[in-house]
């Protein structure tokens, strides 16, 4: 098994993270790197710090100049960061000395690889995004197609009272809707420029510091936070917050995706399912398999991120080694399950015949709560629910619909009481009414 699997060509297409992955490589981290050193140069240039022809030599070499990162590995290691060794072959490979020493001037590395990761950041939420509105339709086109299908409610995995699979598509959707609404906001008050120095003073930027900073987020096209962001990562969890509330809709997704397909129940089709290398009569839920799984590990980075922000002083070492090894995996799992809930969500669909029986079953004990309502207009309300809890003791014990014990007791009771499709509440209106949401996005 390879260390990670987001990297493994064996696992490939099951932890698949398409154009998200390629955004957490080392080549990828350069570029950004290389974009921002150039972005910077070019704002000094206009203000005057630096000479303006070597700010116009230092970003036209930052479009075009590659860096090889194995090459970087030694500085790396010694000095604990790549940037001076980033610096140091940038500044040799412009072959221009007199405009080269001016690379890099009044940053410090984290100011560069903070920068930089946002970038990238940035792009990982437009592709989550793109995935998210896709999801979305998706789940919208069931629900307006099956609003008004009944079938069982589960809690605590038995069942509940009727509701539709309309509704169930909707308690996957709404979040989500929730979660791409959110956007906007977030992309305001996480994607921060950095450029502080070496403390978070801004000391060696000199007396235009601020407006260098503001200059260089335009120019980069984010935001800035007009502050020093370097031991408050408070922008990198806000990220990882909102991720994290997509995937945990993605990993109930998969929860209630598998226990729907199981045995025995079956009330759901995925379209593809996994086959057994032993057993040919499995249809093994590989997808909503995949979706639990990435959201426990989801939950495990997400934890150390939050360990990691706790920086002592200015800057610290171990804290923000820390997060590298943690906030990777966060964009990458939810990638990969944004990707098998897309095919999910386009590709599942009810099975209504076993909807229908499962609501049939069980002695139509499902139908409890209606009938406890229903006796409520013929006697006080707990007397009711007393009254509702022994006829269902006595079908449990006779082995007898509840329908037709409590129709012997009270004939009065109404006609549709016990039809699923009469006693889904506000199930269908739920469903329509996050169709019509999502058709507005």
């Known amino acids: 098994m390879s260390a990670s699997l987001f990297d493994s060509p064996l696992h490939a297409q099951l932890f698949s993270t398409g154009e998200t992955g390629r955004l957490f490589s080392d080549s990828a981290a350069i570029r950004a790197m290389l974009l921002v050193e150039g972005a910077l140069a070019k704002v000094q240039g206009a203000q005057g710090v630096i000479p303006e022809l070597s700010a116009a030599a230092i970003h036209r070499a930052s479009l075009e100049i590659q860096v090889d990162p194995g090459a970087l590995a030694g500085a790396t290691g010694e000095n604990g960061v790549c940037v001076p060794g980033l610096v140091a072959a940038f500044r040799s490979e412009m072959q221009a000395p007199e405009h080269a020493q001016f690379v890099h001037w009044g940053a410090t590395s984290q100011d560069i690889i903070d920068t930089a990761l946002m970038l990238r950041l940035r792009q990982a939420l437009v592709l989550a995004e793109n995935d998210l509105r896709a999801i979305i339709t998706a789940l919208a086109k069931g629900a307006r197609a099956h609003a008004a299908l009944p079938m069982p409610g589960r809690t605590y995995g038995q069942f509940a009272t009727p509701t539709s699979w309309g509704a169930v598509l909707s308690g996957w959707g709404e979040p989500l809707i929730d979660a791409l609404q959110a956007l906007p906001d977030l992309r305001r008050h996480a994607l921060y420029v950095s450029l502080s120095g070496a403390a978070g003073t801004g000391s060696a930027l000199?007396?235009?510091?601020?407006?260098?900073?503001?200059?260089?987020?335009?120019?980069?096209?984010?935001?800035?936070?007009?502050?020093?962001?370097?031991?408050?990562?408070?922008?990198?969890?806000?990220?990882?917050?909102?991720?994290?509330?997509?995937?945990?809709?993605?990993?109930?997704?998969?929860?209630?995706?598998?226990?729907?397909?199981?045995?025995?129940?079956?009330?759901?089709?995925?379209?593809?399912?996994?086959?057994?290398?032993?057993?040919?009569?499995?249809?093994?839920?590989?997808?909503?398999?995949?979706?639990?799984?990435?959201?426990?590990?989801?939950?495990?980075?997400?934890?150390?991120?939050?360990?990691?922000?706790?920086?002592?002083?200015?800057?610290?070492?171990?804290?923000?080694?820390?997060?590298?090894?943690?906030?990777?995996?966060?964009?990458?799992?939810?990638?990969?399950?944004?990707?098998h809930a897309r095919t999910l969500a386009e590709e599942i669909a009810p099975r209504p015949v076993q909807m229908h029986a499962a609501l049939e079953s069980n002695l139509g004990l499902i139908h409890a709560e209606a009938l406890s309502f229903a006796l409520s207009a013929l006697?006080?309300?707990?007397?009711a629910q007393k009254a509702t809890k022994m006829l269902c003791i006595e079908a449990q014990e006779?082995?007898?619909?509840?329908?037709?014990?409590?129709?012997?007791?009270y004939p009065a009771l109404p006609a549709a009481l016990f039809d699923a499709a009469t006693q889904m509440g506000q199930a269908p209106a739920m469903a329509r009414a996050f169709v019509t949401r999502a058709s507005r996005l």
Do not use: C, Y
Request: charged share 20%; net charge positive.
């Open 206 to 339: 000199g007396p235009r510091a601020a407006e260098t900073r503001r200059r260089l987020a335009e120019a980069l096209g984010l935001h800035d936070p007009q502050r020093s962001w370097h031991d408050d990562r408070s922008p990198v969890l806000r990220i990882a917050d909102w991720q994290g509330q997509v995937m945990a809709t993605l990993g109930r997704m998969g929860q209630s995706l598998i226990g729907l397909t199981g045995s025995g129940i079956e009330e759901v089709s995925l379209g593809h399912a996994g086959a057994s290398s032993t057993m040919p009569q499995k249809q093994n839920p590989v997808g909503p398999s995949v979706l639990v799984a990435l959201a426990h590990h989801f939950s495990g980075s997400r934890a150390s991120l939050q360990s990691a922000a706790m920086h002592q002083h200015q800057r610290d070492g171990a804290a923000w080694f820390a997060e590298w090894l943690a906030l990777p995996s966060l964009s990458l799992s939810l990638a990969a399950a944004l990707a």
């Open 379 to 383: 006697m006080p309300r707990p007397e």
């Open 398 to 409: 006779k082995q007898v619909p509840l329908e037709k014990l409590a129709r012997a007791d």
